[in-house]
């Protein structure tokens, strides 16, 4: 009896070290399957400075600092002072605040919405009509780890169709 009582304990804890096992699995398995992939980032990074510099350079620059009072920074934490009818749209969208950018973790949605749909009112206009899933995937790529921004985002075009309006 004792015995049989001290095998089902055994067998009772090896299941929860087995559950436990299986749990520890299912945090680590994605982390351990999509490390940033260098090489992956290296091609949409290379296929978004194309994209950027015939389709973005001439108002954003290219070193992404745009032009004082027109075309924002697309630089982390860089100054841009406008008038409120630039500055107020991207308060709105918080990506503007006192006087600086602040294009954050949380912001990458924001990013690629604003490229696929534009800033009504502004001259940002919608490039969703002319440019790929891919090529918005690799251009917003571009911008998010270029110029020291080194946000490590990896953007893949199933992320950008759902934000196409
Ligand atoms: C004709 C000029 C023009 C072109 C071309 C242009 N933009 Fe913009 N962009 C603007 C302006 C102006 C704003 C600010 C709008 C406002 O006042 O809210 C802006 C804002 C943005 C923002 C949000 C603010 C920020 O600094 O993060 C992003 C992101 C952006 N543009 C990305 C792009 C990308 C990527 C391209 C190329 C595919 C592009 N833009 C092409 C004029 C332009």
């Not at 399957?33 to 090489?39: C, L, Y």
């Not at 107020?88 to 990458?108: F, I, N, S």
Request: hydrophobic share 40%; aromatic share 8%; charged share 20%.
């Amino acid at each position: 009896m004792i015995y049989q009582n001290n095998g089902s304990r055994v067998k009772v804890q090896s299941g929860c070290r087995l559950l436990a096992a299986l749990l520890l699995c299912a945090i680590h398995f994605p982390v351990l399957a999509s490390p940033p992939d260098e090489q992956e980032l290296n091609a949409l990074m290379e296929q978004g400075r194309e994209i950027y510099g015939k389709t973005c350079v001439a108002c954003h620059q290219p070193d992404g600092m745009g032009t004082e009072g027109n075309f924002p920074p697309l630089v982390d934490g860089a100054a841009f002072e406008a008038n409120a009818a630039i500055t107020g749209p991207l308060e709105g969208l918080g990506l503007w605040e006192d006087g600086v950018m602040t294009l954050g973790e949380d912001k990458l949605k924001y990013m690629i919405y604003i490229v696929l749909n534009g800033i009504p009112g502004t001259r940002m206009f919608a490039f969703g009509p002319t440019l790929s899933n891919e090529e918005v995937a690799a251009v917003v790529t571009y911008i998010r780890n270029a110029w020291g921004n080194n946000k490590g985002d990896v953007v893949t075009p199933d992320m950008v169709e759902p934000l196409r309006r």
